[in-house]
């Protein structure tokens, strides 16, 4: 088996870095203009889920490990903060 050329490699990643920036923006448009609080909140979601890519492309092209642990901790935040704004949508309250 081959290695991975790390140019290729690294343009790659630049690459999704763009691709997942340019997705970010798209789904902030969605969070502006919505048109239903659902769509908001699934906006929401998956700008959390692309902050948590670009922050494991950035470990990725930097070698830092440190990143990974960070791209961890948005997710599991950005679960929970989906979680009760979903229930806030859905009941008018999160905590009964």
Do not use: Q
């Not at 870095?17 to 789904?27: E, H, P, W």
């Not at 990725?60 to 997710?75: E, K, Y």
């Amino acid at each position: 088996m081959t290695e991975a050329n790390p140019v290729v490699l690294e343009t790659a990643i630049h690459g999704a870095l763009i691709l997942v920036s340019g997705l970010c923006v798209l789904c902030g448009y969605r969070v502006i203009r919505g048109p239903t609080n659902p769509d908001r909140v699934v906006a929401l979601d998956a700008i959390g889920t692309n902050v948590v890519a670009i922050a494991v492309l950035f470990a990725l092209l930097t070698g830092r490990g440190l990143f990974i642990t960070v791209s961890l901790v948005l997710a599991i935040i950005g679960f929970i903060a989906t979680v009760a704004v979903a229930k806030f949508v859905t009941d008018g309250e999160v905590i009964e």
